[in-house]
């Protein structure tokens, strides 16, 4: 009699621990996904800034050529 209290008490606690367990488990998941989206929201406001910059500075170079060529004799 003893002896099924204690495996029905040891069963109660590796049940409630694996409970624990699987909820950090799933938050851990939730938690990866929700960086997942955010890195790739970084990565596309990463690539929009590059184009940006990019455009910019091809407009600057051509603006800097054409005042060269205007004031060359």
Known sequence: MKSLE???LLGA???IL???IAY???QLHGN???M??????????I???KADLKANYNLLR???????NRYRP
């Open 47 to 49: 690539q929009l800034l």
């Open 32 to 34: 990866f996904r929700k």
């Open 62 to 68: 051509q603006r800097m050529e054409f005042l060269e």
């Open 36 to 45: 997942e989206q955010d890195v790739s929201v970084m990565k596309a406001s």
């Open 24 to 26: 950090f488990l799933k």
């Open 18 to 20: 694996l409970s624990i």
């Open 13 to 15: 606690i590796i049940s």
């Open 6 to 8: 204690l495996i029905t």
